[in-house]
C-alpha cells in the first residue's frame, strides 16, 4: 500500500475542488509504474456540461495523454468513489492493472456493490482492486456536499 494514501489524499483535494464549481466531489489521480503522478481529475459533468466528463474517465483521458497512447498497462488508478459501469470500462479498455478506490457506493458502483465489471471473467482483461483506502474520508466529503442537495446514498 506505499503512497497509495498520498495518492488518495491528492485525489481528495482534487474532489475538493470539484465541489467549489458544484460537481459531485469525486476525485481521482493516475500514478506511474514508479509512483509518480501522471495526471489528476475531478469530476466536470456541472462544469462542462459533459455527461461522461466523471473523474475516472478524465484522469484516465489525461494519463493517455501524457504518455503518448492509450495503453496504461504499468499504471495504478486512484479513486475516491468506487467507480460506475462506464468508468469500469474505461478502466478495463485502458488495460489499467490496479485500481485503488476509497468509499464504497451501494447505488452506482460496479467492482463489488451493485455490479462486479472489473472482475467479470468473460471480460478480457480484470484490474487488481484495493477497496477502502481513506474510505471514512471520502464518504464524509459526500455526506457533507450532499447533505446540501439531496440525502446521501454512500456507506460511511
Do not use: Y
Not at 481529475?41 to 462542462?48: I, K, V
Amino acid at each position: 500500500m506505499p503512497g497509495w494514501r498520498q495518492a488518495m489524499a491528492q485525489a481528495l483535494a482534487v474532489a475538493r475542488r470539484a465541489a467549489q464549481w458544484g460537481d459531485v466531489p469525486i476525485g481521482a489521480v493516475i500514478l506511474g509504474p514508479d509512483g509518480e503522478v501522471l495526471s489528476e481529475a475531478g469530476n466536470e459533468r456541472e462544469l462542462t456540461g459533459d455527461p461522461t466528463a466523471h473523474a475516472e474517465v478524465l484522469v484516465i483521458r489525461r494519463a493517455a495523454e501524457a504518455r503518448d497512447g492509450w495503453r496504461l498497462d504499468d499504471c495504478t488508478l486512484v479513486v475516491t468513489l468506487e467507480p460506475c459501469t462506464m468508468c469500469a470500462g474505461t478502466i478495463i479498455a485502458a488495460r489499467i492493472p490496479r485500481v485503488v478506490f476509497g468509499a464504497f457506493d451501494p447505488k452506482a458502483g460496479a467492482v463489488s456493490s451493485l455490479f462486479d465489471v472489473m472482475r467479470d471473467p468473460r471480460l478480457p482483461h480484470r484490474p487488481e482492486v484495493v477497496s477502502g483506502v481513506m474510505a471514512d474520508e471520502s464518504s464524509a466529503l459526500l455526506r457533507e456536499f450532499f447533505g446540501g442537495h439531496r440525502a446521501c446514498t454512500v456507506d460511511g
